[in-house]
């Protein structure tokens, strides 16, 4: 009897011990699984966090270039306009200058009879402003005698600060040879010219 509970007490203790040790082992992997979980969810937390971090840092990056261009940019274009608008000022005074009395004296009977080669001087018309018509309509009537006989006018019209326009009598058509349409005409040429200068400046 003795023997037999003897025997019973130490099968139950191996079978203790070994049901405790399965059961450690069990948990022991467990345990190994969960950390290994973590561990891997916090690398790739990391690896996501440097990923975006390299991410803001590119755009931020590029995002500081495009200003630097952008500013660049508008810098050229900023003295472009102002170097454009200098000497667009300066061809039109200069214009304006070289429309003297003697200049129109002499430049609008040239005008005005090649002009009538092809056209009737009846319905022609000279436009200049009052100060300057003031100054040349002698030397005009006198150079264009033979036009006006015909029915060419000369008068005055303020809309013309400088230079001169001719057209037909009812306005329906004319060429403007006016400080400011000149001066447009050179500046048509000017603005594509400063733009590749600047442009070559650039480089």
Known sequence: MDTHVEELIDRIKKDGVAAAENSASQKIAEAQKEADKIILNAKEEADKILRQAKEETARLEKAGEDAIRQAGRNLLLTFRDGIT???????????????????????????????????????????????????????????????????????????????????????????????????DMFSAYLNPRVSALMKEAAK
């Not at 402003?129 to 015909?150: M, R, V, W, Y």
């Not at 019209?157 to 400088?162: C, F, G, Q």
């Open 85 to 183: 608008k200098e000497l667009s000022a300066l061809i039109s005074d200069e214009i304006s200058k070289s429309y003297s009395k003697d200049m129109l004296s002499k430049l609008i009977p040239e005008v005005i009879k090649e002009w009538v080669k092809n056209s009737s001087a009846e319905d022609i018309s000279v436009l200049l402003n009052e100060k300057q018509l003031k100054e040349t309509e002698d030397l005009l009537k006198a150079a264009l005698k033979a036009e006006i006989s015909k029915g060419l006018t000369i008068k005055a019209d303020n809309s013309v600060s400088s230079g001169f326009r001719i057209g037909v009598k009812d306005g329906a058509a004319f060429y403007d040879y006016s400080a400011e349409a000149v001066a």
